[in-house]
Every structure is written in C-alpha cells, then in structure tokens.
C-alpha cells in the first residue's frame, strides 16, 4: 500500500468531551503518527445536534454570524448562526436559544421556559436573506410545542377574553384560541429544512413528553400534563387555520415539540441530519478518491444505526467499497455485531487499559493513540 494513504475522516462529536472538528484534528494526528505522508481529509459530521451550524458554516465556507435573542428563561443569549449569502441559506441550532446547556440544574423547568430566541434567529436570518434556513433540532431544553417560536414569528395565544399570553406551557393553561393571521409573511417564501435525527410524534407514549421531558427537568408526575397541554396546543393551532400535517407526524416531537411547529405549523420538510449533511459536505465524493475511512462517536451501540453519524457513514462507504473503522469513547457491542455493522475494525478510548476518568481528562491523546493504533495495523493488514 502506497505510502500515501488517502484517509477521509468523518467523525461526529463525543458528546460532553469534544466537538467533531476536535476529534478530526486529533484523529489526523494519529493517522499521521502512523503513516507519515498520509493524504488526510477532515469533513466533521452532525446528525442535527448541537454543533450543526458552527460544522456546516466553516466546514463549507459561510459567515458566522452572533445574534442576542431570548434564551429559554427569558434571558437574552448570544446564538451563532451561519449565513451563506451566495445561495441565500442559513443555519441554525436550535440549542444556541433553547438549549439545555444554557440553563442551571435548578431552573430546568420545562413549564416556565419557551424556545422564543428561535423564532427571533428565524427572523435575523429572513432578514440578512435568507431564502432557505436549516434548523438543526438537538439539544433543547424546551417542551413548549414551539408555541415560543410562532410567538416571535407573529403569533398570538389567545385567552377567552381575548388577552395575550405568554408562550411557556404554564402561561398558556387558560389557551382558549391562537391567532396565526399575524405570521411572518416572508415564511410564505422560505424553504425550512428541519435536521433531526428522531421520529418520536409529538404527543403519546413516544411523544415529546413523554420521551424527552424527564431528560429537561420535567418531573414524571407531570408527563400526563404536559402530554395533555400539547395535544391542546396543537388543537388550538389547527383551529386557526390547520396543519400541514398531524401531530402525530413522525419528528413532530423533536426538540419538545419545536418539529411540531416548524414541519406541521410551518411546513418545513423534515431530513435525517447526518445523511442531509453528507450530500451537503459531499462525502460521497470525498469516500470515492480515499482509501480509508475513519469515523467515530461517543458511544457506539444498538442505537448508533438508528440515523446516527457512524450509520450514516458505514452506509455510504459501503455502498462504494471502501473500508471504515471507527474510534468510540465507549463499544457495546461485540466483535460480531461491528463487522455485521459494516465497521472493518474499531477502538474504544475506555478499553480497560485505561479508566473513564482518564479518557475525559485527555479525551484527544486517547483519541490519537486509538487512531494511531486503527491506522497502523490496516497498513499491516494489507502491505
């Protein structure tokens, strides 16, 4: 095999430790540490989850843009977005208003917070130009059905004395009726691309609440409640002047419901995030002029074919006869089960040769060493 390997990385983020572009770069250490001259092209993947826009802004070239909107408790945030003025295109996450991560432990409470900052990025966006937005859905900490987000696009919530209402759950309890005749009328005229990678509907067992809310605060002896106050908000949505399509469309519960408003309420058009980003980046294209692949995530697990970045990436190398190995924080999975996967060979950090403490106080060296290892011995097997 020619000194000079052709290698593609296309790695997602390790959650909680390193964002994808930091696992490339130490991924490109280890292959490099292996073999030298070694043609390493970094393309960082994300499946919808936080990190989205800041990977597609610099991995394609777009402005990186920082607007002050309303955080989840109603707190002004600072959210970055990505604007790509030649095509007329932004991209927005929506945790940078709405996240989890913004707020302390104790003030997680899903019935006093709103995802309003989202729809105000919305609007920066429109108005910058944008004539398509793709809005990546991990990461909220919100489950207010997007009520927050139409409100700052130009809806209202209407009490039965005609009053307005605030768009957390807990503000709108007395909802008697919604008034969507004040909406944004540029929203008639853009493309929302929603980049999600669950199918959960928005109410039900499987439903926002149920699935996620625990996750943002929501204490279990409210799930039935919350679940009721969605099914109601979205009711009074369909009253005003319909849905595009049911809640119970798969993705509406996305993001506490945020799917719900921009795919059945806005009609924007839901993709799998990682295989929408992969045409995006054009992998394919990328995987066709390498000889190897190396890709990786936090954890690799029965859940990782279910949409997730390594899926995606097994998949499409697949389809064009290239091999992929994969560096993961954690593997549960046996060695059958990756080669069945697709994965010619894979490295966990926490190996036993190492403890977990260690792995997150140094996750890139491991990472590194992992990849080195990965590197070195396809070179073996095929000299």
């Not at 936080?50 to 920082?66: F, S």
């Not at 099914?231 to 595009?244: F, K, M, Q, V």
């Not at 499409?316 to 990756?338: F, K, M, Q, T, Y």
């Amino acid at each position: 095999m020619s000194d000079e390997l052709p290698v593609v990385l296309c790695p997602d983020s390790f959650k909680g430790s390193l964002d994808a572009a930091a696992v490339a770069n130490a991924m490109a250490r280890g292959v490099h540490a292996a073999c030298p001259k070694a043609q390493v092209r970094a393309l960082p993947m994300a499946d919808g989850g936080e990190g989205t826009a800041d990977l597609i802004t610099h991995t394609l070239g777009w402005e990186w843009h920082l607007s002050s909107v309303h955080g989840p408790s109603g707190d002004h945030v600072t959210a970055g977005w990505g604007f790509d003025a030649r095509n007329r295109r932004a991209v927005i996450d929506v945790a940078s208003a709405c996240g989890l991560d913004l707020l302390p432990a104790d003030r997680r409470d899903p019935w006093q917070l709103d995802s309003r900052g989202v729809g105000e990025l919305m609007g920066i966006a429109i108005e910058a130009g944008a004539e398509q937005l793709l809005i990546g859905l991990g990461g909220s900490g919100t489950v207010d059905g997007g009520a927050g987000m139409l409100a700052a696009l130009g809806a209202r919530f209407l009490d039965a004395d005609g009053r307005d209402l605030p768009p957390t759950p807990a503000g709108l309890t007395s909802l008697a009726r919604v008034d969507a005749s004040g909406l944004d009328p540029r929203l008639e005229n853009i493309e929302i691309v929603v980049l999600s990678d669950v199918d959960n509907p928005l109410t039900g067992p499987h439903g926002a609440s149920a699935v996620f809310g625990p996750q943002k605060g929501l204490a279990e002896t409210d799930i039935a409640a919350m679940d009721a106050h969605l099914g109601r908000l979205a009711e009074a949505i369909d009253s005003a002047g319909g849905l595009h399509c049911p809640a119970h469309t798969p993705g509406a519960g996305a993001a506490g419901g945020l799917g719900f408003a921009l795919g059945c309420v806005l009609g924007g058009k839901a993709r799998m995030g990682a295989a929408y980003l992969a045409d995006l980046i054009e992998l394919d294209a990328a995987i066709a002029s390498s000889q190897l692949v190396i890709t990786g995530e936090g954890q690799i697990d029965g859940q990782t074919s279910r949409g997730k970045v390594v899926a995606e990436v097994v998949g499409r190398a697949r389809r064009l006869d290239v091999p992929v190995v994969a560096v993961a924080g954690n593997i549960a999975c046996s060695e059958a089960e990756l080669t069945d996967f697709g994965l010619a060979d894979a490295r966990a950090l926490c190996d036993g040769s190492i403890t977990l403490e260690q792995a997150l106080a140094e996750p890139a060296r491991w990472i590194t060493a992992r990849t080195q290892a990965l590197v070195e011995d396809h070179l073996a097997q095929h000299d």
